[in-house]
């Protein structure tokens, strides 16, 4: 059985501050997916990874997928209130996308 | 709206009734996924279909569960004689091809008295 395990589950910083959450297992994955999701909506896609070593910025993120393509990482810089919500990876094998979602992270940002 | 549709949006059944979640992919999108959220845990995968076919039902609890989608109309997920633990959030999420990208929709929240 696969399974993702997310570090820390819960964080709780002020604005400005930087944070990295990862997102770990044993299993090797053929792309990995980070969502974020707020209170009563569903999961919002932030970005895919597919190739071992891939970094992806997006503004004030940046994604790592690892070299072995069994762990992930997200990196916050300067976050902001906005960045409040619910952090999930989600792994894909081969084949079709049958997503194995992580544990969350549950970021809180106060002003 | 071209997203992933899903209604109702929340559902409230007594012990014992039917509940009918449905969800409608976006436009261009064949294959259809099913995720159950239960309170305090993580997405679980429920079900895999294409038009017409169910392609991996293996995350599906074995009775009183049971997924569609025709060829027309959207996908339904169905589940009979609701009990309390299947109070959750599902979500459907659809892709254009096996190997897309997932986009869900905005979830059903259903709750069992």
């Known amino acids: 059985t696969q399974l993702l395990e997310q570090s820390p589950q819960f964080l709780s910083i002020q604005e400005g501050e930087n944070l990295t959450v990862y997102c770990n297992s044993s299993s090797v994955f053929s792309s990995l997916q980070w969502y974020r999701q707020e209170p009563g909506e569903g999961p919002v896609l932030l970005v895919t990874?597919?190739?071992?070593?891939e970094v992806k910025k997006l503004k004030r993120l940046t994604f790592q997928f690892g070299d072995a393509r069994k762990d992930s990482s997200l990196h916050i810089t300067a976050a902001q209130p906005g960045d409040t919500g619910l952090y999930l990876c989600a792994g894909a094998g081969t084949g079709f996308q049958k997503l194995v979602f992580g544990t969350g992270t549950r970021l809180l940002v106060s002003p | 709206n071209a997203g992933v549709m899903q209604n109702p949006r929340h559902l409230v059944r007594r012990r014992g009734q039917e509940a009918r979640l449905r969800c409608s992919p976006m436009k261009g999108h064949s294959h259809v996924y099913w995720y159950r959220q239960l309170p305090e845990e993580g997405l679980k995968f429920m079900v895999y279909l294409q038009k017409e076919n169910i392609i991996d039902e293996s995350g599906m609890p074995k009775e009183r569960f049971s997924a569609e989608f025709p060829k027309e109309g959207p996908s339904i997920l169905r589940i009979q004689q609701v009990v309390r633990g299947d109070s959750a959030a599902y979500f459907c999420?659809?892709?254009?091809?096996?190997?897309?990208?997932?986009?869900f929709g905005p979830g059903t929240r259903l709750t069992v008295l």
């Open positions: 990874v597919v190739t071992g070593g």
């Open positions: 999420a659809s892709s254009g091809t096996v190997t897309d990208t997932q986009y």
